[in-house]
């Protein structure tokens, strides 16, 4: 029975988890779907088309007002990209989303102290700076030139994302030359942004279902001192080295993301690790297995390595600096209580949120349901295997069936359709 109960704690750890992040999930989904119906290329390209002081300014606070979700950020940032922008102004944009939002700093407040919230907002403008200055260096032209064309092909984990999404070629550029009064107030320009944000979930529900289920799982049933046993004690600066450089691992490995990885933060505190890996293993959100698949998917597994290794080191100069600054400061706190997440529903400002936004989720994929009718994309079916969006001029498989044509996004669900059908006859 130990067994069965440690499963359903975990289960039950790893949904709440995901009940901590679900409204900032949507609303990035929600603004990333907007984002690449709505903003003109021309557009992204002079706010954010270099790294220069002027373009990171604009993206650290664009990121600031957007989703602390890291996959809705990674997206959106894809998005960004996809869209002009520079590759390094828009990992910029991610980590300004994910590190300096103001549910994080509550979230960090109430679980962990002022202390910490203070740190993640001293240590993200010095993640932004790293980024803007090591940037040029690490991610080459020809690796940026190559990651833009394969997320503008649409090519990106073998599904093509523009037929998922429904939206033609001819109607993007009408909506992109549409005034922004206009397209704002039209539900078919909402529907369209609708089709994006659904196909992005569509792309992202794997990653999604896995990385808040192993989460659950690691925080129930591996136990905090094998955490602990990680990281050094008692070794003066060595111990702060070693710690912010093995906190972004215990990251990757955890399958925590955004706010998420703060109840487990405050254990690891509770538990003897140093103030700055505490702050790196916080930062690390960006760089656990699931979003590492998602760098794989959008930019290609050479780029995902090096994204890997300049995002460690990034990470982990950050949590040292911060500590040092703070230490300095005589403001790293000296109590190391520990608050986990609930594991039951409360009427607090979560549950409302969550319940707001779902009925917005709601509202937006009756709009991607109904685009056709509203005067959005149109020439798309739906794949009755994936349920994915198809261009029915390109798709890769057709079959017709009893009079009804049916499209697929691959040969292998047009098979698995053919299959089942036959089944379903004998």
């Given at each position: 029975?130990?067994?069965?109960?440690?499963?359903?704690?975990?289960?039950?750890?790893?949904?709440?988890?995901?009940?901590?992040t679900?409204?900032?999930?949507?609303?990035?989904?929600?603004?990333?779907?907007?984002?690449?119906?709505?903003?003109?290329?021309?557009?992204?390209?002079?706010?954010?088309?270099?790294?220069?002081?002027?373009?990171?300014?604009?993206?650290?606070?664009?990121?600031?007002?957007?989703s602390?979700?890291s996959?809705a950020a990674?997206?959106?940032?894809?998005?960004?990209?996809?869209?002009?922008a520079?590759?390094?102004?828009?990992?910029?944009?991610?980590?300004a989303?994910?590190?300096?939002?103001?549910?994080?700093?509550?979230?960090?407040?109430?679980?962990?102290?002022?202390?910490?919230?203070?740190?993640?907002?001293?240590g993200?403008?010095?993640?932004?700076?790293?980024?803007?200055?090591?940037?040029?260096?690490v991610?080459?032209?020809n690796?940026?030139a190559?990651?833009?064309?394969?997320?503008?092909?649409?090519?990106?984990?073998?599904?093509?994302?523009?037929?998922?999404?429904?939206?033609?070629?001819?109607?993007?550029?009408?909506?992109?030359?549409t005034?922004?009064?206009?397209?704002?107030?039209?539900?078919g320009a909402?529907?369209?942004a609708a089709?994006?944000?659904?196909?992005?979930?569509?792309?992202?529900?794997?990653?999604?279902?896995l990385?808040?289920?192993?989460?659950?799982f690691?925080t129930?049933?591996?136990s905090?001192?094998?955490?602990?046993?990680?990281?050094?004690?008692?070794?003066?600066?060595?111990?702060?080295?070693?710690?912010?450089?093995?906190?972004?691992?215990?990251?990757?490995?955890?399958?925590v993301?955004?706010?998420?990885?703060?109840?487990?933060?405050a254990?690891?505190?509770?538990?003897?690790?140093?103030?700055?890996?505490?702050?790196?293993f916080?930062?690390?959100?960006?760089?656990?297995?699931?979003?590492?698949?998602?760098?794989?998917?959008?930019?290609?597994?050479?780029?995902?390595?090096?994204?890997?290794?300049?995002?460690?080191?990034?990470?982990?100069t950050?949590?040292?600096?911060?500590?040092l600054?703070?230490?300095?400061?005589?403001?790293?706190?000296?109590?190391?209580?520990?608050t986990?997440?609930?594991?039951?529903?409360?009427?607090?400002?979560?549950?409302?949120?969550?319940i707001?936004?779902?009925?917005?989720a709601?509202?937006?994929?009756?709009?991607y349901?109904n685009?056709?009718r509203?005067?959005?994309?149109?020439?798309?079916?739906?794949?009755?295997?994936c349920?994915?969006?198809?261009?029915?001029?390109?798709?890769?498989?057709?079959?017709?069936r009893?009079?009804?044509?049916?499209?697929?996004?691959?040969?292998?669900?047009a098979?698995?359709?053919?299959?089942?059908?036959?089944?379903?006859?004998?």
């Amino acid at each position: 029975m130990n067994l069965l109960d440690d499963i359903g704690a975990s289960l039950r750890e790893g949904f709440f988890m995901f009940w901590e992040t679900l409204w900032p999930l949507i609303l990035g989904f929600t603004l990333s779907g907007a984002v690449q119906a709505f903003a003109p290329r021309e557009q992204m390209e002079r706010v954010m088309g270099d790294h220069r002081p002027r373009a990171v300014a604009r993206a650290s606070g664009l990121g600031m007002v957007s989703s602390s979700c890291s996959y809705a950020a990674t997206a959106m940032g894809k998005s960004l990209f996809q869209k002009g922008a520079d590759f390094v102004t828009a990992m910029i944009f991610m980590f300004a989303s994910t590190n300096l939002v103001i549910e994080l700093g509550i979230v960090l407040i109430v679980l962990m102290g002022w202390q910490f919230a203070a740190a993640e907002f001293v240590g993200g403008p010095i993640m932004i700076i790293l980024l803007a200055v090591t940037g040029g260096w690490v991610i080459k032209g020809n690796l940026a030139a190559r990651a833009r064309k394969r997320v503008q092909s649409g090519m990106v984990g073998g599904h093509d994302h523009d037929a998922m999404v429904g939206v033609s070629h001819e109607r993007q550029e009408q909506l992109e030359r549409t005034p922004w009064g206009i397209k704002l107030r039209s539900r078919g320009a909402w529907a369209d942004a609708a089709s994006y944000a659904v196909a992005d979930v569509t792309m992202l529900r794997r990653e999604l279902v896995l990385g808040y289920g192993i989460a659950g799982f690691l925080t129930v049933m591996v136990s905090q001192d094998v955490w602990n046993s990680v990281f050094l004690t008692g070794h003066g600066f060595w111990t702060t080295l070693e710690n912010v450089i093995v906190g972004p691992f215990i990251a990757i490995i955890s399958f925590v993301c955004s706010i998420g990885n703060v109840p487990m933060a405050a254990a690891l505190w509770h538990g003897g690790i140093s103030f700055g890996g505490v702050i790196a293993f916080i930062f690390g959100d960006l760089i656990t297995i699931p979003l590492l698949l998602v760098y794989r998917k959008y930019y290609g597994g050479r780029l995902t390595l090096r994204l890997l290794f300049w995002f460690w080191a990034v990470m982990s100069t950050a949590g040292l600096i911060t500590e040092l600054l703070f230490d300095a400061a005589g403001l790293i706190p000296n109590n190391r209580s520990s608050t986990l997440v609930e594991t039951s529903f409360h009427w607090n400002y979560t549950t409302f949120l969550n319940i707001a936004f779902l009925a917005l989720a709601g509202y937006l994929y009756w709009l991607y349901r109904n685009r056709e009718r509203l005067g959005g994309g149109a020439g798309y079916a739906i794949d009755p295997v994936c349920g994915m969006q198809v261009q029915t001029a390109n798709a890769p498989a057709h079959l017709t069936r009893d009079g009804v044509e049916y499209w697929f996004c691959s040969d292998r669900c047009a098979r698995r359709f053919a299959a089942e059908a036959g089944a379903g006859n004998a």
